[in-house]
């Protein structure tokens, strides 16, 4: 037991890098961990001031008589903030990084709070004279037609909403006003709407689901909600969250930044009034901080946003839903690399509350621990619109249209899809998977991909000729020849960007009108949700654009969705790509005839007999799922094992190299004999970026202890050695 403690006494000063040493009183050293409350004699008065334990040593860092002791270790009940604080210890034991890392990113520095009055746009103009004014707005004035729509569907909008995610500025507010369209009204602060509540009756299966988790509120539990695209799992939400917050607790809903559109937004407003708050990442951080403190002061129920929304202090969380729980953002690409799944999961547990992880194609990882019992799954298996029904799914297979001298992007069958749907005024979207990395070398005449023999990924060419694995190290020469059938159509994939595609659609398709949505046109905040309003608002024909538009939004009037080159994700060099292939094709899916017109989705590929296309065209998860398991199973991937990815970066390559292989070496030592595999050190996905140069260590294992073990060990060894190695971690 430690008879030293650093002590950080204001976790919400905004910097936090001073903690104070203090003495462990013998008597309390039992209680001393990292991440305690304690209570110590601080400044000129020797006030007692509340602080935390962020480390424990034996050794004084100064002279002896100069350290004060600890006052109390108290064992009360812990606060929302002991609780944060402990929630920031368990992340930063597992994902590593320092402890300041993990409390800055579960509790925010503190902010000036500006005092903004509580203002509501209302809409005062009869709703047929606006409707009619919606009519004849014109093409280009996309965020007037936004107003006139939003405030036809809702009467009363909180100001924020209407001037941040409907993106409406003060001056078009004004001119409203002045038109007699709408009052801008200030309102007392303490006074709480309560929303109009569940307007839909639930069906069956939703409350089937709806049940099984209300009666886990108050005792805890993870629930899968495994439904398809419009089987209405939102409305189970709102239902669970209800009945949560009719219990006095409060509820955290997390949902992809993407998918949180005004349409998403006025849902929750409508049922729960001002009760709902929403946090999303542009927001100014004093904003952000203002929305925690009305948490904290019990002034609304229901926090809405991206993965830091899971941070949010309520005193009595009761309900954590994480809705698109697959979705790759829950993972934070900062120290610490949490996973908000995971961490939703731990932070229910710590406060007994009910997490619900929503999706229509569930990650394997939450999947395969709904098969092992860890968490109850949930069947959602229709559309919830009366006469909405899945759509038809077709596969192209590209390596016969190169056998008919068809060198476009776009099938003969699609084409011919595409030019139907025009004419009788339907809607399109044409989506490229393309997740900004090319460089793996397929065949074109036959789809063959070439792989590494260890590791079952795809290689990744390089500009000396080589094919390279950026797991294991393994290369070869490439040849141009396909190693299959003999063909001379091996090559790498290049980048066939949108833009060249949205040329070649308007080439071929000259009527047709065109939007394009990509990371060149959404360059401001919320230009991707403008772009997709005027697609929703019919004045575009074919959408064209990356995953981000396949991704959670409702287009009544889609009835063809294409999925140009199903391949593009299938080679990028990770584990998971057949699980990110599968998820794209699903979701595009999902995205076809919403509505009552059935509708068709046209996948093309160069390897239709791949099961994440097959599985993906047949609408079928469990298939694919049974496949990817078993694929996991034989090379020791995650959710199987337990996978720690470790990753050093310098300048000079030489020392980089170096270094890595010691700290390989040192890490077989210490994790071979306890049974796991190491790997490395290799190139990783990216291997060299700003003159830095990167090498990565794999360690598979089925004991996580063991990885957090691994990982210490490499972040001590960093420090010890001091060669100028950064290392990041990243689990799983
Ligand atoms: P998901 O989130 O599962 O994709 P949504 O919750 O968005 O699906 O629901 C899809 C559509 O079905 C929405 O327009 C919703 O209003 C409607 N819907 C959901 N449940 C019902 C129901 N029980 N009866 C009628 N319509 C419903
Ligand atoms: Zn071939
Ligand atoms: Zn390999």
């Known amino acids: 037991m430690a008879a030293f403690a650093d002590i950080i006494i204001d976790i919400s000063a905004p910097t936090l890098d001073r903690s104070f040493q203090y003495e462990v009183p013998a008597e309390l050293r039992e209680r001393a961990e990292v991440g305690s409350p304690v209570l110590v004699p601080f400044g000129g008065g020797n006030t007692l001031r509340k602080g935390y334990i962020v480390g424990l040593s034996d050794e004084p860092k100064i002279a002896l008589e100069k350290i004060k002791p600890i006052a109390d270790i108290p064992k009360r009940d812990l606060s929302i903030e002991d609780s944060l604080v402990a929630l920031a210890y368990r992340i930063k034991r597992r994902y590593g990084g320092s402890l300041y890392d993990a409390l800055r990113t579960v509790i925010p520095s503190r902010q000036k709070i500006a005092s903004v009055p509580k203002r509501k746009v209302r809409r005062v103009m009869s709703k047929d004279r606006l409707a009619e004014m919606l009519e004849s707005v014109s093409r ?19 100001y924020e909403l209407v001037t941040g995610k409907l993106k409406i500025t003060k001056a078009a507010l004004t001119k409203a006003q002045d038109e007699g369209i709408l009052t801008v009204a200030e309102l007392d602060e303490t006074v709480n709407e309560p929303g109009a509540g569940l307007t839909v009756t639930l069906n069956d299966e939703q409350q089937a689901a709806a049940d099984t988790i209300a009666k886990s509120l108050g005792t805890g539990g993870v629930f899968v909600l495994h439904g398809i695209t419009g089987s209405g799992k939102t409305e189970v939400y709102l239902s669970v969250i209800e009945r949560t917050l009719a219990e006095g607790r409060q509820v955290i809903v997390l949902i992809p930044e993407i998918a949180l559109t005004y349409q998403t937004v006025l849902r929750f407003y409508r049922c729960f009034g001002d009760r709902v708050a929403f946090v999303h990442s542009k927001m100014p951080a004093g904003e952000r901080y203002r929305m925690r403190e009305r948490a904290k002061e019990g002034r609304i129920s229901i926090m809405i946003g991206p993965r830091s929304a899971l941070f949010t202090p309520f005193p009595d969380l ?9 979705e790759t953002s829950y993972r934070s690409e900062l120290t610490p690399r949490y996973h908000a799944v995971d961490v939703a999961v731990e932070r229910a547990h710590m406060c007994g509350a009910t997490v619900v992880l929503g999706s229509a194609t569930p990650s394997l990882e ?30 192209v297979d590209l390596r016969e249209e190169l056998k008919a001298k068809n060198f476009s992007v776009i099938s003969r069958r699609l084409r011919a899809a595409i030019e139907d749907r025009l ?19 397929s065949c074109r005449s036959c789809g063959y991909i070439a792989q590494c023999p260890h590791c079952d990924i795809s290689l990744t060419y390089h500009n000396d000729g080589t094919l390279r694995c950026h797991y294991c190290g393994h ?15 091996f090559l790498p994939f290049g980048k066939s960007g949108t833009q060249k595609i949205e040329e070649l659609v308007e080439k071929e398709f000259p009527k047709a009108r065109v939007l394009r949505m990509d990371a060149d046109t959404t360059k401001a905040a919320d230009d991707y949700e403008a ?54 094709l699903a979701q595009a899916a999902g995205r076809a005839g919403r509505d009552r017109i059935p509708g068709e989705v046209i996948i093309q590929t160069y390897r239709p007999d791949h099961y994440a296309i097959t599985a993906a065209a047949a609408s079928d998860y469990r298939s694919f799922y049974d496949t990817e398991i078993r694929y996991r199973q034989s090379f020791g991937y995650p959710p199987v094992r337990h996978m720690l990815t470790i990753v050093g970066g310098h300048r000079r390559e030489d020392t980089l190299e170096k270094a890595m292989g010691e700290l390989a070496a040192k890490t077989r030592e210490v994790a071979e004999n306890a049974g796991a595999v190491v790997i490395g050190p ?44 950064g290392l990041t971690f990243d689990m799983d």
């Open 423 to 441: 004419a009788k005024h339907e809607q399109v979207m044409l989506f490229l998977n393309r997740r900004g990395y090319a460089g793996f070398v």
């Open 682 to 725: 290799a190139l990783p996905q990216m291997h060299k970026k700003n003159d830095m140069f990167f090498r990565a260590i794999y360690v598979k294992c089925r004991d996580i202890e063991l990885l957090i073990a691994v990982k210490d060990a490499a972040e001590q060894w960093m420090h010890e050695a001091r060669g100028g190695v």
């Open 475 to 489: 290369r070869v020469p490439y040849q141009k020849t396909c190693p299959e059938c003999g063909s001379e159509y």
């Open 140 to 158: 280009r004035e996309t965020a007037k037609a936004r107003l006139y729509g939003a405030l036809l569907e809702t009467e009363e909008i909180p």
């Open 366 to 395: 939450t999947f395969y621990r709904c098969e092992k019992g860890e968490y109850q799954l949930l069947t959602l298996s229709k559309r919830a619109k009366d006469g909405a029904v899945l759509p038809k799914s077709e596969i």
């Open 531 to 584: 772009i997709l309003s005027e697609f929703a608002e019919g004045k575009g024909d074919i959408l064209i654009g990356t995953q981000m538009i396949v991704k959670g939004h409702d287009f009544p009037k889609v009835t063809l969705v294409g999925a140009l080159a199903a391949d593009l994700s299938l080679g990028v060099a990770e584990y998971s790509c057949a699980e990110r292939t599968f998820d794209l």
């Open 318 to 326: 009761g309900l954590i839903i994480v809705d698109e729980e697959h």
